[in-house]
């Protein structure tokens, strides 16, 4: 069965960055688009970022481009987000999860089978 664990999450003021990280077992993740959601409290997931099976596309909500990064390895079975320029607003649960297609990007969490537990980002003002 797929596993997917997030680390990298913590406290840190605003203008800081972080980079989360995203290890997947039991399972390939060559072959699927992945994503990065995030939940504040309060409120519902959102997908902030996507990149497809070969990394060559990605995708970025409006609230994070140009801030955020995302990129895989597959041969590592990793996902990252890369997380510059941070801000209160960005204080949220975020996970990461794994498509049901190779492309995908569409963002719409139905479509993603296999999710992890969640790590916590806070951003102090």
């Known amino acids: 069965q797929v596993a997917l664990v997030e680390s990298g999450g913590g406290l840190v003021q605003s203008g800081g960055s972080l980079r989360l990280f995203c290890v997947v077992s039991g399972g390939s993740v060559s072959r699927y688009a992945m994503g990065w959601f995030r939940q504040a409290p309060g409120k519902e997931r959102r997908y902030i970022s996507g990149?497809?099976?070969?990394?060559?596309?990605?995708k970025y909500s409006d609230s994070v481009r140009g801030r955020f990064t995302i990129s895989r390895d597959n041969a590592k079975n990793m996902l990252y987000l890369q997380m510059n320029d941070l801000k209160p607003e960005d204080t949220a649960v975020y996970y990461c999860a794994r498509e049901n297609q190779a492309y995908g990007l569409g963002g719409d969490p139905r479509f993603f089978g296999s999710w992890g537990q969640g790590t916590q980002v806070t951003v102090s003002s």
């Open positions: 990149i497809d099976w070969s990394g060559r596309k990605t």
